[in-house]
């Protein structure tokens, strides 16, 4: 196939005119093309008066070597093969099946490929399948009531599951494609694979997960929820099984670890068992809250209202004169601030988005990098005694019921607690309280969070509207914890191969689930 790169389309055109750049980039008649698919499309919004598409796209005709001979358009080129190939196995014989712990997108892809490949693994999940956990996650939202084991954190999907469902991803893998097929073939909208910024939303990745999992099954591979690893067994600096739920003994000399970022009393079982365990720099914050036309017509200008676009997004980032530096990250187009906690008297929260980001406000994490030198102790489990600490305050800033301390941007720049809301409505729920968040942030992040806004209302026009809402405290944005694991990808316990975002290898839904494919290859070629 031939690929054209770098086809423009304004507004008012449809797609179907791609056809008729196509045959001008090649110089050809109709009848030479077979077939066209697009491969990438994006928005080109970087002058507010001449907002466009620009289309990658592969077409299949015949005669293609002399077409190409002709060309002399360097925007023309030869498709590469993006096809997922299954590595070799190896000599090693299995005994055992293997062992996934976790069923957020690492242990899903690193489950489905095993199975794909005829390992039939034994996949356990803490939490409860995602049509039970949805329920328990609405009845907290509603009412306060937390399910420790299942909720925002925990269960299948992983916490990705009620997030915007962004597929977008700094990695450059060719694995990636692999991962938006799969969610393609379980469900997902075709135009995941095309999209420069693909997300799912909330709605449509629920039953996308159940569909994998169903997959998995169908392949020969067992799922078990409410299945919580609470120990292992280990003889010789080599693993041999794991107890669940302080009673079962399942045996296995293969343990993918696909836990999530907040498996904290797993982390500190793996620490008792001699894991090696170290510290990892992450960031904390706000969940920041803007009407999205604020948002849309910063991005689009006159073009905000065009139903082509859609609802806007953004990416902010910058380095202060107090040496730390803040960004936004998790962004929701037309979303909503939800209550992400997974512990008892802690106070998390989180975006989310559903599919089609109709909701009235855009909000993102407003967040500032922390180190492991800002936790106090040189304990590898430091940083989650960090996290904790600053959700037990937010909580009890917010009341001590899971309601959650907020405050208007105008206020927060002035030292004034808040008192009463103005244009923007609060998504949180349960609710919020309108207070000071100084008193549940830390004083270098207060003051890093006041000097990025006036300098990110720079780049958004409205950033820093005062009645814009600051919800705390955002305190999950990754792993504090990194279990480290040598070049084949093995912990220094033999065996065991941690994986995804809560081991420390991953940041967002794609790059997890190729961390999982990853090791899953590794296992296999063994």
Same mark, same amino acid.
């Given at each position: 196939?031939?690929?054209?790169?770098?086809?423009?389309?304004?507004?008012?055109?449809? *797609?179907?005119?791609? %056809?008729?750049? =196509?045959?001008?980039?090649?110089?050809?008649?109709?009848?030479?093309?077979?077939?066209?698919?697009?491969? &990438?499309?994006?928005?080109?919004?970087? &002058?507010?008066?001449?907002?466009?598409?620009?289309?990658?796209?592969?077409?299949?005709?015949?005669?293609?070597?002399?077409?190409?001979?002709? +060309?002399?358009? &360097?925007?023309?080129?030869?498709?590469? @093969?993006?096809?997922?190939?299954?590595?070799? *196995?190896?000599?090693?014989?299995?005994? #055992?099946?293997?062992? $996934?712990?976790?069923?957020?997108?690492?242990?899903? /892809?690193?489950?489905?490929?095993?199975?794909?490949?005829?390992? #039939?693994?034994?996949?356990?999940?803490?939490?409860?399948?995602?049509?039970?956990?949805?329920?328990?996650?609405?009845?907290?939202?509603?009412?306060? *009531?937390?399910?420790?084991?299942?909720?925002?954190?925990?269960?299948?999907?992983?916490?990705?599951? !009620?997030?915007?469902?962004?597929?977008?991803?700094?990695?450059?893998?060719?694995?990636?494609?692999?991962?938006?097929?799969?969610?393609?073939?379980?469900?997902?909208?075709?135009? $995941?694979?095309?999209?420069?910024?693909?997300?799912?939303?909330?709605? =449509?990745?629920?039953?996308?997960?159940?569909?994998?999992?169903?997959?998995?099954?169908?392949?020969?591979?067992?799922?078990? !929820?409410?299945? *919580?690893?609470?120990?292992?067994? $280990?003889?010789?600096?080599?693993?041999?099984?794991?107890?669940?739920?302080?009673?079962?003994?399942?045996?296995?000399?293969?343990?993918?670890?696909?836990?999530?970022?907040?498996?904290?009393?797993?982390?500190?079982?793996?620490?008792?068992?001699?894991?090696?365990?170290?510290?990892?720099?992450? +960031?904390?914050?706000?969940?920041?809250?803007?009407?999205?036309?604020?948002?849309?017509?910063?991005?689009?200008?006159? !073009?905000? %209202?065009?139903?082509?676009?859609?609802?806007?997004?953004?990416?902010?980032?910058?380095? /202060?004169?107090?040496?730390?530096?803040?960004?936004? !990250?998790?962004?929701?187009?037309?979303?909503?601030?939800?209550?992400?906690?997974?512990?008892?008297?802690?106070?998390?929260?989180?975006?989310?988005?559903?599919?089609?980001?109709?909701?009235?406000?855009?909000?993102?994490?407003?967040?500032?990098?922390?180190?492991?030198?800002? /936790?106090?102790?040189?304990?590898?489990?430091?940083?989650?005694?960090?996290?904790?600490?600053?959700?037990?305050?937010?909580?009890?800033?917010?009341?001590?019921?899971?309601?959650?301390?907020?405050?208007?941007?105008?206020?927060?720049?002035?030292?004034?607690?808040?008192?009463?809301?103005? =244009?923007?409505?609060?998504?949180?729920?349960?609710?919020?309280?309108?207070?000071?968040?100084?008193?549940?942030?830390?004083?270098?992040?207060?003051?890093?969070? #006041?000097?990025?806004?006036?300098?990110?209302?720079? #780049?958004?026009?409205?950033?820093?509207?005062?009645?814009?809402?600051?919800?705390?405290?955002?305190?999950?944005?990754?792993?504090?914890?990194?279990?480290?694991?040598?070049?084949?990808?093995?912990?220094? @316990?033999?065996?065991?191969?941690?994986?995804?975002?809560?081991?420390?290898?991953?940041?967002?839904?794609? +790059?997890?689930?190729?961390?999982?494919?990853?090791?899953?290859?590794?296992?296999?070629?063994?």
């Amino acid at each position: 196939m031939i690929r054209i790169q770098d086809i423009k389309l304004n507004l008012k055109e449809d *797609k179907s005119k791609l %056809k008729e750049e =196509i045959l001008k980039a090649l110089n050809i008649k109709e009848e030479y093309i077979i077939s066209y698919s697009i491969f &990438k499309e994006s928005i080109d919004a970087r &002058k507010k008066n001449d907002i466009h598409f620009v289309y990658t796209v592969d077409v299949e005709v015949s005669n293609e070597d002399k077409i190409l001979k002709k +060309s002399k358009n &360097k925007k023309i080129s030869i498709s590469p @093969i993006i096809s997922y190939d299954y590595v070799n *196995k190896g000599e090693k014989n299995i005994s #055992k099946r293997p062992v $996934i712990v976790g069923m957020g997108p690492a242990g899903l /892809f690193a489950g489905l490929i095993l199975a794909q490949m005829g390992y #039939k693994p034994i996949l356990l999940e803490r939490g409860k399948a995602v049509e039970e956990r949805a329920i328990d996650v609405e009845l907290f939202w509603n009412t306060g *009531k937390l399910n420790t084991e299942s909720n925002v954190q925990f269960g299948e999907g992983g916490a990705g599951t !009620f997030s915007d469902g962004k597929l977008n991803t700094l990695i450059k893998d060719p694995r990636s494609r692999k991962v938006l097929e799969e969610f393609v073939v379980a469900g997902a909208p075709e135009d $995941i694979l095309y999209k420069n910024k693909p997300h799912i939303g909330t709605d =449509i990745l629920r039953n996308v997960v159940a569909n994998i999992r169903k997959t998995i099954i169908s392949l020969g591979g067992e799922v078990r !929820f409410q299945s *919580k690893v609470t120990d292992l067994i $280990i003889e010789d600096e080599k693993v041999t099984g794991v107890i669940v739920n302080n009673n079962d003994t399942i045996y296995t000399d293969i343990l993918i670890l696909a836990l999530g970022h907040s498996a904290r009393d797993t982390f500190q079982m793996l620490y008792n068992r001699q894991l090696s365990l170290v510290q990892k720099a992450f +960031s904390i914050g706000v969940r920041i809250e803007h009407p999205q036309e604020i948002i849309d017509k910063s991005q689009y200008g006159d !073009f905000a %209202k065009d139903s082509k676009l859609g609802a806007a997004d953004y990416k902010l980032s910058g380095h /202060f004169d107090n040496g730390r530096s803040a960004y936004t !990250f998790c962004m929701c187009p037309g979303g909503e601030v939800v209550a992400a906690a997974s512990e008892e008297n802690r106070l998390v929260t989180n975006g989310m988005s559903y599919h089609a980001r109709d909701k009235e406000n855009a909000n993102s994490a407003l967040l500032v990098g922390i180190t492991p030198e800002d /936790f106090g102790s040189p304990h590898p489990l430091a940083g989650v005694e960090f996290q904790r600490r600053l959700e037990e305050q937010a909580f009890q800033t917010g009341g001590g019921d899971y309601t959650a301390p907020a405050q208007l941007v105008g206020d927060f720049l002035r030292d004034i607690p808040s008192e009463k809301l103005g =244009i923007v409505k609060a998504t949180y729920a349960p609710k919020i309280k309108l207070t000071d968040l100084r008193e549940c942030l830390p004083g270098y992040v207060v003051e890093t969070i #006041k000097k990025a806004l006036p300098e990110f209302n720079k #780049k958004i026009e409205g950033f820093a509207h005062p009645d814009a809402i600051m919800t705390g405290v955002e305190s999950r944005s990754s792993s504090p914890v990194r279990i480290q694991r040598d070049n084949n990808y093995e912990s220094n @316990i033999k065996g065991i191969y941690p994986v995804g975002e809560g081991a420390g290898y991953a940041g967002g839904i794609i +790059s997890a689930a190729v961390d999982g494919i990853r090791i899953a290859e590794q296992i296999a070629s063994e």
